[in-house]
């Protein structure tokens, strides 16, 4: 049992309980007015208490035992509205069929990281949301020992229940709580053992399943209020063009149609957050009181749009190109292929070096050299871009789905000049985000429109809206090299990786540590194109392309792949290279030794074509074995064994639904997926040209094992995403005897690569 010190959040506390000292607290619902009579009877089933009080930001406890735990980060379908109550409850000693789940909202006072991003959620919030139930706990004991007369060690809690064994008496937390409410919060708390734990580490439906399944309203999308309008924006056909002027009369005259203009949402003199990057800052709006008005008002507005030199000024290397040029300064996919190809055959900015690579390959009897290549990728999430905005003068109400609220608060705060204080961000649901929605323009652009019309609005993006002006995954390029001595060891190791414009290389990661002789090049290439995070960023592309350059040089070697990876790591272990290694050799070899137990990798069924691929991202290891077969060229993929070391899992369910997903979406944008531009202009702008995986494409089945080591959770939205395309790759290889160098492996396996 681990104690902590409960200052992290005690002023917030006391601040809690100074509100509580009301008495009722007024829960809060953006959804209320849209709540259906099945919720309201469900609540009933629970015998909805006559009054709440409040221990701590945390949690409230009703009159009658009912918990309320607020769920403090977005929910994006991670399951942390879920997994995150767990934590308190567990530490709360409270029967979990009596716990209620809440959407907390936007309070940097009470809660940290209040966001989805980097799969942190858990890791972030595992010691203070378990110190928040474990404190609550502790207040309730000690009212309990106060009214009874007796110490505080004599008592014991079990699912909300407080007993003491000497006078054979007990008491709920719901008749206990308002004394409770009245202790002083305690200096430190102790926490659980591992092995007491009663609710971490069992599957807990998910708190929205019921509503998500019936189609009841949790999403963005789904808020309504009485008189707002719906607004949707007309951005710039190309990256690298900007608004010049516009012709919108015939379309302000149309039924519905409440105004069109344009507005600037990052003036040149704002300071902006990092989660400030709009594709096109200044666009075209239209307002009217149906998506429908609205969408055929859009197509009468006639929009003038110019280049905008200055950004192909900034770009030097672009400059040089004579098709670029021709262009008139607009990019192009086959430009961004040739000029990657071209800079990474030089020399780049070293990041790391071990030994002495250059007399390493100078000296070896075989060098292996191969390059690696991604496109740009758009988000596509399930649910379009939208927010709600309702700004008046004194106050801005903001409801949406959203990664990073708290960057967005600030954003509008400046953008409005309006104090943060006036203004509320509330979260909705996600209906999907992978990066897309850590992003903030689209919320500003909500506040500026709901403020120039005096008007609520809920902003809505169409899917050509999002894809043609996203915020991408970037293209990526690598080239590995390997030296192998006379005897086939392997004795230096070269990675010159760089994109547009962001570099995928992780240089401290395996297989730096490994090998004696190391290097890592890094560079980039400027772009109009806008990038930013895209589920496991960087390491979505790089890990794929190296793990399938191990693969062949295991063959090269004539080793079987994942004892060639254990040999390394064995080394790594017992005897690292440099002192940056920033992963644990011994934990990345436990993945791939569960892997290839479960996978029953030496007794593979010769039928099938079998890719391993093993990596560390996020805190977190996975290793994975896919099985596929060949039928008329299109692979079937028949099964896939993920081995995965996240620590603790909180949620078994959960857990698995997260490393199935994070599977398929690797498979699927490895495999179909990529966003091309032709003279700026995305050439895909839907689903009928960009190309997802389908339901009858993914794999048949999907085993999932974890690691059980007690160790703190780490990551797992994000880790089981970039190997997988490494195990995808491999087994290509072995079913069609071509490796796979570009991606989507579907072109390069058919040969239909345009660019």
């Known amino acids: 049992m681990s104690k902590v010190k409960t200052g992290i959040g005690r002023r917030s506390f006391i601040k809690s309980v100074s509100l509580a000292g009301g008495g009722l ?107 928040a139930g474990a404190t609550a706990r502790q207040m309730l004991l000690t009212a309990a020992a106060a009214q009874w007369e007796v110490p505080v060690s004599e008592l014991s809690v079990e699912n909300g229940v407080i007993r003491h064994s000497g006078s054979d008496r007990s008491i709920g937390y719901g008749e206990i709580a308002r004394a409770a409410v009245d202790v002083e919060v305690p200096e430190e708390v102790q926490l659980k053992d591992n092995n007491n734990f009663k609710i971490i580490g069992t599957s807990r439906k998910n708190v929205d399943a019921k509503k998500i399944v019936t189609g009841q309203p949790l999403y963005g999308l789904d808020i309504q209020r009485e008189d707002m309008l719906i607004a949707m924006i007309i951005q710039p056909p190309a990256f690298g063009m900007e608004f010049k002027n516009m012709d919108a009369e015939k379309a302000k005259g149309m039924p519905g149609i409440r105004d069109v203009f344009s507005i600037n949402t990052y003036p040149d003199d704002m300071e902006k957050e990092w989660s400030d990057v709009g594709a096109f800052p200044q666009v075209v709006v239209v307002v009217g009181d149906s998506t429908w008005q609205v969408m055929q008002a859009r197509k009468e507005i006639k929009v003038e749009w110019d280049l905008r030199p200055e950004l192909v000024k900034e770009i030097e290397i672009l400059e040089k190109s004579p098709a670029l040029r021709d262009s008139g300064g607009l990019e192009n996919s086959n430009i961004h292929s040739t000029l990657m190809a071209e800079v990474a055959s030089k020399k780049a900015e070293m990041i790391r070096k071990d030994g002495d690579p250059e007399a390493a390959f100078k000296n070896a009897a075989k060098v292996i050299e191969r390059s690696y290549s991604c496109p740009y990728l758009a988000h596509n999430c399930m649910e379009p871009m939208n927010f709600f905005a309702n700004v008046t003068n004194d106050k801005a109400e903001l409801i949406g789905p959203i990664q990073t609220p708290e960057f967005a608060e600030k954003s509008i705060s400046k953008r409005l000049g ?118 496991a960023p960087r390491s979505n592309f790089i890990a794929g392309a190296e793990q399938s350059f191990l693969d062949e040089l295991a063959e090269e070697m004539g080793k079987d792949p994942i004892e060639f990876r254990l040999e390394m790591l064995k080394r790594a272990q017992n005897d690292p290279v440099g002192e940056n290694n920033d992963y644990d050799p011994a934990r990345f070899a436990g993945v791939l030794e569960l892997v290839r137990e479960k996978s029953s990798w030496n007794n593979s069924n010769t039928s099938q074509s079998r890719g391993v691929s093993a990596y560390y991202c996020h805190n977190s290891y996975v290793a994975q074995v896919l099985d596929l077969t060949l039928r008329n060229n299109e692979p079937v993929i028949d099964r896939v064994v993920c081995a995965v070391d996240c620590g603790i899992v909180v949620n078994p369910d959960a857990a698995i639904n997260m490393v199935e997903g994070g599977t398929i979406d690797g498979i699927g944008h490895g495999l179909y997926s990529q966003l091309t ?48 395309i490494g195990a995808l790759a491999n087994a290509l290889y072995k079913a069609s005897g071509k490796r796979m160098y570009k991606q989507p492996f579907i072109s390069e396996l058919q040969g239909e690569f345009k660019t």
């Open 418 to 535: 309006m104090d943060l204080e006036n203004i509320d961000i509330q979260m909705s649901r996600m209906g999907g985000g992978f990066g897309r929605r850590l992003y903030g323009h689209f919320v500003v652009e909500a506040a500026l429109i709901s403020q120039k019309m005096g008007a609520p609005i809920k902003l809505v993006y169409t899917r050509e809206d999002d894809m043609t002006n996203g915020v991408y995954r970037p293209a990526y390029y690598v080239t590995y090299r390997a030296a192998l001595d006379a005897n086939n060891n392997l004795t230096a190791f070269h990675v010159n990786a760089g994109g547009m414009s962001e570099s995928p290389l992780f240089a401290n990661r395996f297989p730096a540590g490994a090998i004696d002789n190391y290097l890592a090049e890094s560079w980039t290439v400027d772009s109009n194109i806008s990038i930013g995070a895209f589920r």
């Open 25 to 131: 607290v007024i829960g809060f619902s953006w959804l209320g007015c849209a709540r259906g009579k099945e919720e309201a009877e469900a609540e009933l089933a629970m015998q909805m208490p006559d009054e709440w009080f409040e221990l701590n930001g945390y949690l409230k406890i009703g009159d009658n035992g009912i918990v309320t735990i607020y769920s403090p980060n977005p929910e994006i379908g991670q399951n942390v509205k879920t997994s995150m109550p767990m934590l308190v409850a567990e530490e709360l000693d409270v029967d979990w069929n009596n716990v209620l789940v809440e959407q907390a909202p936007l309070n940097t006072e009470v809660f940290t990281r209040q966001l989805a991003g980097g799969s942190q959620s858990i890791r972030q919030g595992w010691e203070s949301l378990r110190m």
């Open 677 to 724: 531009f032709e003279n700026g202009i995305t050439q895909q702008s839907n689903f009928d040209s960009y190309r997802l995986i389908r339901h009858r494409e993914a794999p048949k089945k999907i085993d999932v094992h974890f690691v059980d080591n007690g160790i703190d959770p780490t990551g797992l939205g994000e880790p089981p995403y970039p190997p997988v």
